[in-house]
């Protein structure tokens, strides 16, 4: 071929890094070519690859791809001759890349063991546009490769959540699409006796296998990490015959790191293969985002084993800390270097040219209490990312108000029903991956903007999704690709997680504060955050001590809940369903907690001297409300290193007995995973007493 471009795997290393290839007999090569569009280009690569490497089989995969294309558009290009596709071909890892190339070139260029059928992705469910393109392509490739090669149907997946063009005409429902999907692969993979490689039906197993935070595919292509996995072990189980699911130890790719996600996937794909037109429905859910695979949380206090926390007053080289000095000048960095490296991964600096512009000011917001405005937070001159932070600053005040910092998951216009809040525009639902959007207002139960606004505090948010969209999507969305070097396209070990950029995102937030305005008190904001959001505030809070106050509610595993009580949710359980919050490192930590360098009581701790309050409810022991209450008590020496005696008890309270320490806070309410009226009142007691 012709003036190739080259675009290198390091599969060796890959291999040899994660996994153990598997011990084979020496086999023929396997050559493979794909045919299709963006889809099998998609699929054939260095998953597939490896894959096929770890079963000890040499393979030669290709693909001749047309963008866009369905059957009757490959066929005519097929016959009029046109250099019209782009071929692909990895050998030894190595993959080369030619445009411009005939369908009769690619097919002539080895001689093909398997070749592999595709139609455009929103074709593959319309059995009215699969004739007469497939019979005329069918008939082309058979002339054209050797006696006994064997033609494969490539069945295409339902579009994701997230899509935004093609799924309209499926109902925005990958539910309603599949079945159809799959008729249409069954029958005419019958009419033309091609074997098929079930893809669609591994990632439909896949999405019904547990709760996913998003979904194995984001928009119309599958995910590098769960999705790609999966892909690659159906396309390898349904060309040997070998099942996938033998080799997931053998095949561990960097950008899939977590066992139990590499099992689940290749489970998927082995029950896809046995039943390829129709949904195996692996649920095994234990709970809102559990799963059997997962483990089944703990909830009985006499089965939390026996612990030792990492004492925060003693260095990492065993030296005591017993003075403010030491704490501040050595101690803290050392132990916010441990949380960067092995929890939530490290951010980068604020980007240069960060600016601000304000978009929208109404001064006669919730009925005239409160002044309004939205802000794009621009993280560098591009303009291409952004925060668009909303706030609402009560009227009549003689001093710029004091505030809190709540980032929301559902929307800005979700907060109220203001229908002035700015809806988001097609670029930036673009940028969330998502179609829809919630109602104005849907989630007002969850920020009381009168009673906040009434007790003389502005109010001040942003959606999570400017910074990450929260779905595993290999770390391509959002901010994350701020941190990588040039070439790179995956986090190191030690960079960071959704958590990291949405802290990081509050920080920008805090810039703004201090240089662009003054109705605001830069020196009176806290951090709150419900869930995630609590995790956020308090990771946002002990990295920037601009913040004056930090309050998390039901923020558990990876928040305020001490890991090593193995309570609630674990951190193998979190790793399973939320990878994305955090650095690769923290999968060491999977059924390992003990060996954390850190716990939970540390973050809290990091905040000192600053208050903090933590929020808990009795009806969600999957975030062990008694081991967020701990965390206090355990952070609780640093604090009085500042001569502040912290948290008044170490007995847990009673529900509505809300605990009020030195800078310390804590409550326990009746009810469910949420931030309720209740919370909010307690909350506003405290910031009365420090803000």
């Not at 070519?33 to 393979?59: H, M, T």
């Not at 091609?194 to 292509?221: C, Y």
């Not at 600096?349 to 109404?362: E, F, I, P």
């Not at 240089?515 to 830069?522: D, G, K, L």
Request: glycine share 8%; net charge negative.
């Amino acid at each position: 071929m012709k003036d190739p471009r080259k675009r290198h795997f390091t599969l060796a290393a890959t291999l040899l890094l994660c996994g153990t290839l598997a011990a084979a007999q020496p086999r023929d090569t396997l050559r493979i070519l794909a045919i299709g569009n963006g889809w099998s280009a998609e699929v054939c690569n260095r998953d597939l690859y490896g894959y096929f490497a770890a079963g000890g089989q040499p393979v030669v995969i290709g693909y001749a791809t047309r963008l866009g294309s369905d059957y009757a558009r490959q066929a005519e290009l097929a016959r009029s001759g046109a250099a019209d596709f782009l071929y692909g071909k990895i050998v030894e890892g190595h993959l080369t890349e030619t445009p411009g190339v005939p369908l009769d070139q690619a097919l002539g260029d080895e001689r093909w063991d398997v070749v592999s059928l595709q139609t455009q992705s929103a074709q593959a469910a319309r059995r009215e546009s699969i004739d007469p393109g497939l019979g005329q392509l069918v008939k082309y490739v058979r002339k054209r490769t050797p006696r006994g090669v064997r033609l494969m149907y490539f069945q295409t997946w339902p579009y994701a959540r997230q899509s935004t063009k093609h799924w309209m005409a499926f109902g925005h429902n990958n539910v309603d699409m599949y079945p159809l999907l799959a008729a249409v692969s069954e029958e005419f993979s019958r009419k033309y006796k091609l074997e098929v490689i079930p893809i669609g039906t591994t990632i439909q197993n896949l999405r019904s296998s547990f709760s996913m935070q998003g979904d194995v595919a984001h928009a119309d292509h599958l995910n590098r990490t769960m999705g790609s996995y999966a892909a690659a072990a159906t396309f390898y189980e349904a060309v040997t015959g070998r099942d996938a699911r033998e080799l997931t130890d053998a095949y561990a790719p960097y950008t899939l790191e977590n066992h139990i996600r590499r099992e689940m996937a290749a489970k998927c794909a082995h029950y896809a293969c046995m039943n390829p037109f129709g949904m195996t429905n692996m649920a095994s859910g234990t709970g809102a985002y559990g799963s059997a695979e997962a483990g089944l949380p703990n909830y009985d206090e006499t089965k939390v084993p026996a612990y030792t926390l990492p004492d925060p007053l003693v260095m990492n080289d065993g030296t005591p800390v017993n003075s403010v000095e030491k704490w501040e000048g050595e101690r803290r960095a050392e132990l916010l270097e441990l949380f960067r490296s092995e929890i939530y991964g490290r951010s980068p600096a604020r980007r240069a040219g960060q600016h601000y512009k304000v978009v929208l000011t109404d001064e006669n917001a919730i009925g005239g209490m409160a002044t309004r405005q939205e802000i794009l937070i621009y993280f560098d001159e591009s303009e291409e990312k952004y925060i668009r932070l909303v706030t609402w600053v009560p009227n009549g005040l003689d001093h710029p108000a004091p505030g809190f910092l709540m980032m929301n998951t559902s929307g800005n216009a979700s907060i109220n029903e203001d229908e002035s809040i700015s809806y988001p525009d097609a670029q930036q639902l673009k940028n969330y991956e998502i179609h829809g959007f919630p109602r104005y207002g849907q989630s007002r139960h969850f920020y009381p903007l009168e009673l906040i606004l009434s007790r003389g505090y502005a109010f001040l948010s942003f959606y999570k999704s400017d910074l990450d969209p929260d779905f595993d999507d290999g770390f391509q969305n959002g901010v994350h690709p701020f941190i990588f070097k040039e070439g790179q396209d995956f986090p190191e070990p030690d960079q960071w997680g959704g958590l990291s950029a949405y802290a990081w995102g509050c920080s920008r937030v805090m810039d703004w504060l201090e240089e662009a305005q003054t109705r605001v008190n830069p020196r009176r904001i806290s951090t709150i955050g419900h869930s995630r959001g609590g995790k956020t505030a308090l990771w946002a809070a002990a990295q920037d001590t601009r913040f004056a106050m930090a309050i998390s509610n039901d923020s558990g595993c990876a928040g305020a809940a001490l890991s090593r009580r193995h309570f609630g949710q674990t951190v193998r359980q979190i790793q399973t369903t939320f990878p994305q919050w955090f650095c690769r490192n923290f999968i060491k930590y999977m059924d390992n907690e003990d060996a954390l360098p850190v716990d939970q009581h540390e973050l809290i701790a990091l905040i000192a001297p600053r208050p903090v309050y933590v929020g808990s409810a009795s009806g969600d022991m999957w975030a062990d409300p008694k081991g967020e209450f701990l965390s206090l008590v355990h952070a609780r020496p640093v604090y009085e290193l500042y001569g502040i005696h912290g948290m008044p008890s170490d007995q847990w309270p009673d529900v509505r007995v809300p605990v009020i320490g030195d800078h310390m806070g804590y409550h326990v309410r009746i009810g469910r995973h949420a931030i309720l009226g209740y919370d909010w009142v307690q909350y506003l007691n405290f910031a009365d007493k420090y803000l």
